[in-house]
């Protein structure tokens, strides 16, 4: 059974740093296209940054030059490390996979990230 799994959440005061991992359980990454995603109090859940099976990577305006999406060589965890984090950071943070080969999205449960001092 494909899951995806998150952590690395909690609070951090603003320009502070968090790393998020998602974890695959039952399989790998290689024929996954995956993202991260996060969704804030009283609004839509919106794209933060995506890698492809080939390594590209793509960002949000948002988070460009701040956050980085990242995948083990085993490719069985991703990464978000998430610098100089604002205020406006603040949502739940999803992990998102696409299996290329059945077209079948998975998400994981969401881990919470807020900045406030």
């Known amino acids: 059974q494909v899951q995806l799994v998150e952590s690395g959440g909690g609070l951090v005061q603003p320009g502070g740093s968090l790393r998020l991992s998602c974890a695959a359980s039952g399989f790998t990454f290689r024929n996954f296209a995956m993202g991260w995603y996060r969704q804030a109090p009283g609004k839509q859940r919106e794209l933060v940054a995506t890698i492809t099976r080939g390594g590209n990577r793509n960002y949000a305006d948002s988070v460009k030059g701040r956050f980085t999406i990242s995948i083990d060589n085993a490719k069985t965890a991703m990464y978000l490390q998430m610098n100089s984090l604002k205020p406006e950071d603040t949502a739940v943070y999803y992990c998102?996979?696409?299996?290329?080969?059945?077209?079948?999205?998975?998400w994981g449960q969401g881990t919470q990230v807020t900045v406030s001092s």
């Open positions: 998102y996979g696409f299996d290329v080969a059945t077209r079948t999205s998975y």
